[in-house]
């Protein structure tokens, strides 16, 4: 039967063609006691108050935050006029951005104070966190900064409206 290259012809379950090809089956590495890792956190359902003993066996301190442990001991001098810059950014953003917000609901004041507690509500539990890391410590500095400058800029000088 002469057909076109281009044009798909069936086969059957035991026939192949040169264009197949055998992909390896991807694995998970085994832990020394022969659990295959992620195995365990498959089984967990969100409803179980404590995952059971394989999960809790499985469980590594987080690695992604070592590098905050070897800067922490490293005894790295605090770089001042960086960080001071890159708070000064932060803050002259977040003031911004308040103090502009404040400005466009200044016509209804209710809504311009659950703005700003909804805005302080959101930054600090981020700010919070941050505090501590290396480079975000300066922009949780900023921010902090920011939004008490823009608060009493909105007490302090009057928004034209």
Do not use: H, K
């Not at 703005?115 to 966190?129: E, H, K």
Request: include cysteine; proline fraction near 9%.
């Amino acid at each position: 039967m002469n057909m076109p290259e281009n044009e798909v012809t069936p086969r059957g379950p035991n026939e192949t063609s040169s264009v197949d090809c055998a992909l390896p089956t991807p694995t998970l590495p085994a832990t020394a006691d022969g659990v295959i890792a992620g195995e365990a956190d498959r089984f967990f359902l969100p409803g179980d108050l404590e995952p059971g003993p394989a999960v809790a066996e499985n469980r590594q301190p987080a690695a992604d935050w070592e590098w905050v442990e070897q800067w922490r001991a490293g005894g790295e001098r605090t770089p001042w006029g960086p960080g001071l810059v890159l708070a000064a950014f932060a803050a002259a953003i977040v003031a911004i951005a308040i103090y502009v917000i404040t400005a466009g609901l200044s016509d209804q004041v209710i809504f311009a104070i659950i703005a700003n507690v909804v805005i302080a509500g959101g930054l600090s539990p981020a700010l919070w966190v941050a505090r501590t890391l290396p480079v975000l410590r300066w922009i949780s500095l900023g921010g902090a900064c920011g939004a008490v400058v823009a608060w009493c800029a909105v007490l302090f000088f009057p928004i034209a409206t």
